[in-house]
């Protein structure tokens, strides 16, 4: 692995947890590289990410590394089997997992979610982490959108790069931040967007 892409999981790995994106040990990330795979290790901290921490792992079967890769490695190498992502990145936002549990689809009210994002379907799954369940339910998704949330556990974003996938997820929980607010303010919202009625069909 390049420095400049261990850099990378580390910038984004730091990004994910001073925003409040992931717990201590929580999320993954992962590149894509022809027929192998750069996961987080299971268990690691994103913040402090080591080269130790990003496993070398192939794209269409196990090696010896497997039992050291995340333990969502099963979902990963789904979506890259079946999308063009040559990054992904899982997260377990506070904002966005609560809107989650009370809609089918998150459709963003402020302007920059709206613009960057339209709208995020909420996926549900029995066995959130890590399970063959989830691995045959989110690519299908993510062949039409880059940002998919399952329900109660966290958005999985998608890009060419780590930075793509962690933008999008960044401006998924703000805009989840800024509905849970203007939904618990209790008034009817001032529409503003031109061609808003079309963010929910789309």
Not at 71 to 80: F, G, K, S
Not at 84 to 93: C, D, E, N, R, Y
Not at 138 to 152: C, I, N, Q, S, T
Request: charged content about 20%; proline content about 3%.
């Amino acid at each position: 692995m390049s420095g400049d892409l261990l850099e990378q999981f580390r910038r984004i790995g730091r990004d994910l947890f001073v925003a409040g994106l992931v717990s201590s040990h929580g999320g993954n990330m992962s590149v894509r590289q022809g027929d192998r795979i750069l996961i987080t290790r299971r268990g690691s901290m994103l913040a402090q990410i080591e080269e130790r921490d990003v496993i070398d792992i192939g794209l269409e079967e196990n090696d010896a590394n497997v039992t050291l890769a995340s333990t969502e490695i099963v979902v990963h190498r789904a979506i890259y089997q079946a999308t063009s992502a040559l990054a992904i990145v899982h997260t377990h936002p506070p904002y966005a997992i609560a809107q989650s549990l009370v809609k089918d689809e998150i459709v963003p009210i402020d302007s920059e979610g709206s613009y960057l994002l339209h709208k995020v379907p909420v996926v549900a799954a029995q066995l959130t982490a890590g399970s063959t369940e989830v691995a045959e339910l989110l690519p299908a998704w993510l062949k039409e959108y880059d940002l998919v949330m399952l329900r109660g556990h966290g958005p999985f974003a998608i890009g060419h790069l780590l930075e793509e996938a962690y933008q999008l997820t960044s401006v998924l929980e703000m805009a989840c931040r800024i509905l849970t607010v203007a939904e618990g303010m209790g008034a009817e919202l001032k529409e503003y967007r031109k061609g808003s009625e079309q963010y929910e069909s789309w």
